[in-house]
C-alpha cells in the first residue's frame, strides 16, 4: 500500500518541485523599456514571419573555481530563420536568423513556424528570441502603435 501511495504521489511531488524552482530559472533583464523605448532604441525594427525553429547545442568548456578543474557541458538553444514581411524601420534582411534561449531557461520566448513577430534588431540580419530581446507576436502590439512606426517608417 505504501508504495502505491508513493507512486502515485512522485508526480505531485515533481510537479511542486518545478513550481518552487521556477523562481530560480527566472530571467534577469533589469528594467524593461516600453515598445516605443524599445522601437527608439534599436536600428532594425521589422516584422517577419519564422519559416523554421529547431534545437541545436553547443559545448562550451569551463574551470571550476573551486577545484580548478576543466569542465564542459552542453548548452542547448533554438534556432532557425524568418522572413521579412514588412520593414518598420531600418533595411532589414529578407532573410533573419533567429536564435532563442535554452527551451527550459526562464528567458525563453516561443517561436512558431507561421507566426509574424515584431523583432528589434541591433544587426540588420540577426533577430534574438529571448525574454530580453523583446520579441512580440503581432497581434500582441496595438494597431495603432504599428500604424505610428509604419508612418514612420515612410516619411524616412
Not at 540580419?125 to 514612420?152: E, H, M, T
Request: proline share 6%.
Amino acid at each position: 500500500i505504501v508504495r502505491r501511495i508513493m507512486r502515485n504521489l512522485a508526480p505531485v511531488f515533481f510537479i511542486l518541485l518545478a513550481l518552487v524552482s521556477a523562481p530560480a530559472l527566472a530571467c534577469s533583464c533589469g528594467e524593461m523599456p516600453s515598445l516605443e523605448g524599445w522601437y527608439s532604441t534599436h536600428n532594425t525594427v521589422a516584422i517577419v514571419k519564422v519559416v523554421e525553429v529547431k534545437l541545436d547545442s553547443r559545448v562550451s568548456y569551463f574551470t571550476d573555481a573551486s577545484t580548478g578543474k576543466d569542465g564542459e557541458r552542453t548548452e542547448y538553444f533554438t534556432r532557425g530563420y524568418a522572413v521579412l514581411v514588412e520593414s518598420l524601420k531600418g533595411t532589414p534582411r529578407k532573410k533573419i536568423r533567429i536564435t532563442g534561449s535554452t527551451p527550459s531557461s526562464g528567458c525563453y520566448v516561443p517561436h512558431l513556424v507561421g507566426v509574424e513577430y515584431v523583432v528589434f534588431m541591433s544587426e540588420p540580419g540577426n533577430a534574438s528570441f529571448n525574454y530580453c530581446a523583446f520579441p512580440r507576436s503581432v497581434d500582441k502590439i496595438p494597431n495603432s502603435l504599428i500604424d505610428q512606426w509604419r508612418r514612420n517608417a515612410s516619411n524616412k
